[in-house]
Structures are given as C-alpha cells and as structure tokens.
C-alpha cells in the first residue's frame, strides 16, 4: 500500500510541475516522510530533471579548438 502511495504522488507530482508548476512551490520547506509526499517531491524533481537534460540536447554545441605549443 505505501508504493501506491508512492506511485500515485509521484505521478501526480510529474502532471503538476507539466501543468500547474506554482501549486508544488509549498513542497520546497515540506519536512514529511509521509509517501504520497515523497512521491509527489520525487515526480516532481523528475519532470525538472527531463526539462534540463531536454534543453542541454537542443543547446549549440561548441567546437573545441586545441592550441599549438611551441
């Protein structure tokens, strides 16, 4: 029963940052190890972590040049 818990608050957390991102500002100073909010952190940080890895993929990539020496 905890994993639903989990699971469900995970899911949650993953729609909401996608939606309504300004609902999930509170978890930020949560203190709980209640699984639901765990989850909904977890989902959360998850939907952050795609959208950063997402972004680097589109950013120019720069080309490295190596210097001579004399």
């Known amino acids: 029963m ?4 989990y699971v469900l608050g995970f ?3 993953y729609i909401l940052m996608a939606k309504q991102p300004e609902v999930l500002d509170f978890l930020f100073n949560v203190n709980s190890q209640n699984e639901y909010i765990l989850g909904l952190k977890d989902g959360r940080f998850q939907f952050y972590a795609e959208v950063v890895k997402a972004d680097l993929k589109k950013a120019p990539k720069k080309k490295v040049v190596e210097r001579k020496t004399k």
């Open 11 to 13: 899911n949650h957390g």
């Open 2 to 5: 905890k994993k639903d818990k």
